[in-house]
């Protein structure tokens, strides 16, 4: 025995004898050729988790909603700046409208623009999550139908 039972689970790096009697017209195998270009892979999206859909949904519309809220409020305090709700109650007061119109000054306040805002805002966080996850199971169920979406990646 020239070998230890160790190395003989071990794989060795020796090539086995050819039958060529050292002739040396052994062939070399041929250079593979770089591909040319980026390497494309086909891809089909035959299913998506609805359940990871509702989650980026729901964070993305909660990210809409807080951008709806701070729009409203920058644009109303724009407004209040260049003074056109100042201008449109003297508007209403010299065409003496103030018992048609008056209430209608009452509802452009900060606090009642940024609650009816925050309203909009839960309503878009609830359908835009909802009809994200709806969305998912429809999908689902016409990928099942008709094989999914067929993407093709390229690595760059």
Same mark, same amino acid.
């Given at each position: 025995?020239?070998?230890? =039972?160790? +190395?003989?689970?071990?794989?060795?790096?020796?090539? *086995?004898?050819? =039958?060529?009697?050292?002739?040396?017209?052994?062939?070399? *195998?041929?250079?593979?050729?770089?591909?040319?270009? *980026?390497?494309?892979?086909?891809?089909?999206?035959?299913?998506?988790?609805?359940?990871?859909?509702?989650?980026?949904?729901?964070?993305? $519309?909660?990210? %809409?909603?807080?951008?709806? &809220? &701070?729009?409203?409020?920058?644009?109303?305090? %724009?407004?209040?700046?260049? +003074?056109?709700?100042? +201008? !449109?109650? =003297?508007?209403?007061?010299?065409?003496?409208?103030?018992?048609?119109?008056?209430?209608?000054?009452?509802?452009?306040?900060? $606090?009642?623009?940024?609650?009816?805002?925050?309203?909009?805002? %839960?309503?878009? !966080?609830?359908?835009?999550?909802?009809?994200?996850?709806?969305?998912?199971? &429809?999908?689902?169920? &016409?990928?099942?139908?008709?094989?999914?979406?067929?993407?093709?990646?390229? @690595? @760059?």
């Amino acid at each position: 025995m020239t070998g230890s =039972s160790a +190395e003989a689970g071990r794989p060795t790096t020796e090539r *086995p004898a050819s =039958s060529d009697n050292g002739s040396g017209s052994r062939e070399k *195998p041929a250079p593979k050729a770089k591909p040319v270009g *980026p390497r494309r892979v086909r891809l089909a999206v035959s299913r998506v988790d609805p359940w990871s859909v509702m989650k980026l949904a729901f964070l993305l $519309s909660i990210a %809409v909603g807080i951008g709806i &809220v &701070v729009a409203t409020a920058t644009v109303w305090q %724009v407004l209040n700046q260049m +003074e056109v709700f100042a +201008e !449109i109650e =003297s508007v209403i007061e010299a065409a003496e409208a103030m018992n048609q119109f008056g209430e209608l000054l009452q509802y452009l306040q900060f $606090s009642r623009v940024l609650s009816v805002a925050t309203v909009v805002a %839960v309503v878009d !966080i609830v359908l835009m999550t909802a009809l994200a996850t709806l969305g998912a199971f &429809v999908y689902n169920l &016409v990928a099942a139908m008709v094989g999914g979406l067929h993407l093709t990646l390229t @690595d @760059d």
